[in-house]
């Protein structure tokens, strides 16, 4: 009976070397480069192709990768196998320590195969052959490699140096980095190296072994999350505290360099790593001059080049063993002979904190500046504005109607202050860039109503009341008052007349009741009770920076500058280039989901925040900042079906909340306005997608004035009304836009 072979695939990396087309987001193994589908869907059916005897298959992957993971798993039998989730990356040596603690828990002392996902491999027979060659020494404990023959000297691979062959098996004398040309041809003429495959076979028991010798903590490391472990349908999920504290080595330098009598099996089959833009100008589809060409290329009197072009027309002429890869917002250049050190130039720009490394611009871009000019301006000022002024107004009770149903009628909700002051924030912007509606008057209505009826005893605002205006919940609550002091500022700016006083009033009820007397920010409510939110302070720093545009007094820059501190030392984790939102009273991630919790749409909000702060204080690295939250929201905290944000996501990028939002969209068009220009890449293709995208899923599909607020992850309508409180952040984002692209055809 042919024994069991146990299969695990090492899908973590994220290909660098063929940057700009691979991307932290989209790394190179779900790319098809060759029309049968994705490098990791090839690497399965190769590994369920096996021509006898049990074979389960299992994928080691990232967490963030799930959603792709799960479409090129979509149809295949795995005998049994499945998906094993990283939290976070700890290189080969945990994925090889994993894939032996799953064997031993499951089909016990069995063969374990295990391989990349991102090689190109001629024949799944063929490569079947080569795995049973070396299966015999497996058995008999010995940890055992697959080498390449090499057929030039190539300086891409690392190599294996063997000895005496034996049935086959060479007895491997050591394995050697990558090499310079000068040493690669010296390999190639002694005759007795072989490059290394990164393919390995090895009995479960025999590779523990290895680990407890030479590698203790990492064996120790990984079992203890491998034992804390979750599954369900989906695969399985390990705690992210225990897996990132496993030692980050390769499976190289922590085992093979070190242990002895390693056997090696000359593989049967054609292979390529597909490492460099070279590698893939070796196994392309040529012209008879010797050139790969992809995409809109025009190539004249070029010979032995990689032409490829993912954007716009690409065009070359009287090129020789050259790689040029275009993307939509990317460009790479260099000798293929160079190729393989795309790697620097992936390193310099992580250095910089520059997007282009960690996500892939939607292919839907609009490439002309100021495209939607037209649409944005009559929907906001002859459709939305004019309805919301009037059917959104409680001229009975006062104030503003909490929500409208799809036929524009108020529905009876209670109203929330922060709603209430958005309202009045909106139409003062609206007539500060020119709305000629009854501005003053609807300011003036909404701040009276707030004022008459939401005012406490200590002289802050309520958090609700009732539709005929009496107090529904008392609570002063942090988030309502940066919502009142936002409009304020704001109705102070376009010559309201009460703004400055009760914005007074309100920054002393601030300072007295709902500042934190440790001075590290502000409470949740004035009652001091309950888990504190970054949230909140986000929109403090917003207010405090409309306060500072109003007066150009440096106090409120100043208070803006506390904020700023506290995004610094405990919202902003740099690992992750995420940022938290629920914290204990000391600022420590809160307990179980909610200390990962993050949500794309305030990653958006932050940026821009940022940005504006670095213009009004000088604090240039907060630019950085703004791009790694921006960076971290668009690779790992959009729907690829619709490229909407989700409402929420793991510092992992696994999806929380599958929900798009129409604010998220807006807040991105906010993000993507303020770092175009700030040092980064030309997001304005991006902005206009992002506007794009807005109007398609939330606009559009909607009646005159109104949006739908909630799509669901299949892009279909969760919306039973239309929230008022959206309405401030489309305002602020689509006149942003406009005033981003004046000057622009209309």
């Known amino acids: 009976m042919t024994e069991r072979i146990v299969s695990f695939v090492m899908s973590g990396g994220i290909g660098s070397r063929l940057w700009p087309l691979s991307r932290e987001d989209n790394p190179k193994q779900f790319h098809d480069f060759s029309g049968d589908g994705s490098m990791l869907a090839k690497t399965l059916r190769r590994l369920t192709a096996r021509p006898k005897g049990e074979t389960p298959v299992f994928l080691i992957a990232s967490e963030r990768h799930a959603d792709r993971v799960h479409a090129d798993l979509a149809g295949l039998d795995l005998s049994g196998g499945g998906p094993l989730f990283e939290p976070t990356g700890r290189n080969t040596a945990a994925a090889v320590a994993l894939a032996t603690l799953r064997t031993l828990s499951e089909f016990g002392d069995s063969l374990v195969l295990v391989v990349p996902s991102d090689h190109e491999i001629t024949t799944a027979r063929q490569f079947w052959q080569s795995v049973e060659n070396g299966a015999s020494a497996a058995r008999a404990g010995r940890l055992v490699v697959f080498g390449i023959k090499p057929g030039q000297p190539e300086t891409g691979y690392g190599y294996i140096e ?4 034996k049935d086959g098996i060479y007895d491997v004398s050591r394995f050697v980095e990558k090499p310079d040309l000068a040493t690669a041809q010296s390999y190639l003429a002694a005759g007795n190296f072989y490059w290394n495959t990164g393919i390995f076979l090895f009995r479960a028991s025999a590779m523990r072994d290895a680990f407890t010798a030479f590698e203790p903590e990492i064996w ?20 992210l505290e225990l897996y990132a504290a496993i030692p980050s080595t390769s499976i190289d330098y922590a085992i093979m360099e070190r242990a002895s009598h390693i056997a090696m099996v000359p593989a049967g089959f054609r292979w390529n790593d597909l490492g460099s833009w070279q590698s893939l100008l070796d196994v392309g589809p040529s012209d008879n001059d010797g050139n790969v ?22 065009s070359a002429i009287g090129l020789r063993d050259v790689a040029i890869v275009s993307t939509a917002d990317a460009t790479f250049v260099a000798p293929v002979s160079r190729s393989q050190n795309v790697k620097k130039i992936v390193e310099q720009l992580e250095k910089s904190g520059r997007l282009e490394t960690r996500f892939t611009p939607a292919g839907d871009r609009v490439i002309e500046s100021g495209a939607w000019r037209r649409r944005v301006h009559h929907w906001l000022f002859e459709e939305t504005v004019p309805l919301w002024s009037t059917v959104g107004v409680d001229e009975r009770h006062g104030g503003f109607h909490e929500a409208l149903g799809f036929d524009a009628t108020p529905l009876k909700k209670p109203k929330r202050m922060r709603t209430m002051a958005r309202q009045v924030y909106a139409f003062a912007v609206a007539k500060a860039r020119g709305w000629d509606g009854p501005a003053d008057r609807l300011i003036s209505h909404g701040i009276e109503f707030m004022n008459r009826n939401g005012r406490t005893d200590n002289g802050g605002w309520v958090r609700t009341l009732n539709v005929d205006g009496t107090v529904a919940d008392a609570a002063e609550d942090a988030y309502d008052h940066s919502c009142v002091l936002l409009a304020l500022a704001h109705a102070h700016m376009v010559g309201n007349p009460d703004a400055l006083r009760l914005a007074e009033e309100t920054f002393s009820f601030l300072d007295a009741h709902l500042e934190d007397h440790r001075m590290t920010g502000f409470l949740e409510t004035s009652s001091g009770v309950g888990e504190r939110r970054s949230n909140p302070h986000m929109h403090l720093l917003e207010a405090f920076l409309a306060w500072h545009q109003a007066t150009g007094e440096l106090a409120y820059l100043r208070r803006a500058a506390r904020i700023v501190d506290l995004f610094r030392s405990h919202f902003f984790d740099p690992e992750s280039w995420t940022l938290g939102e629920y914290f204990d009273a000391e600022w420590r991630p809160a307990e179980g989901e909610k200390g990962i919790w993050t949500e794309p749409g305030h990653h958006f909000e932050w940026a821009s925040l940022l940005v504006d702060f670095t213009g009004r204080s000088g604090q240039s ?18 729907n690829r079906a619709t490229g909407l944000a989700y409402g929420a996501v793991s510092r992992q990028g696994l999806p929380l909340d599958l929900v798009s939002r129409s604010w998220p969209q807006a807040e991105a068009i906010k993000a993507a306005i303020a770092l ?4 980064g890449p030309d997001l304005k293709p991006e902005i206009e997608a992002r506007v794009g995208r807005l109007f398609r899923w939330h606009i559009n599909p909607a009646p005159l004035g109104l949006w739908i607020d909630r799509i669901d992850e299949r892009g279909r309508s969760l919306a039973t009304d239309v929230p008022a409180s959206i309405f401030y952040h489309l305002v602020c984002a689509l006149t942003q836009y406009l005033d981003s692209t004046v000057g622009e055809p209309r």
């Open 676 to 679: 175009d220009g700030s040092g």
């Open 162 to 165: 063997v000895a005496d062959e």
């Open 220 to 239: 120790k490391a990984t079992e203890l999350a491998y034992q804390a472990a979750t599954s369900d349908l989906s695969g399985l999920y390990m705690p």
């Open 621 to 638: 690295d907060l630019t950085g900042f703004a791009r790694k939250l921006y960076a971290s929201a668009i690779a790992n905290g959009l």
């Open 293 to 314: 060409i992809v995409g809109d290329v025009v190539a004249i009197d070029c010979e032995n080049s990689y032409i490829r072009s993912d954007s716009r027309l690409l």
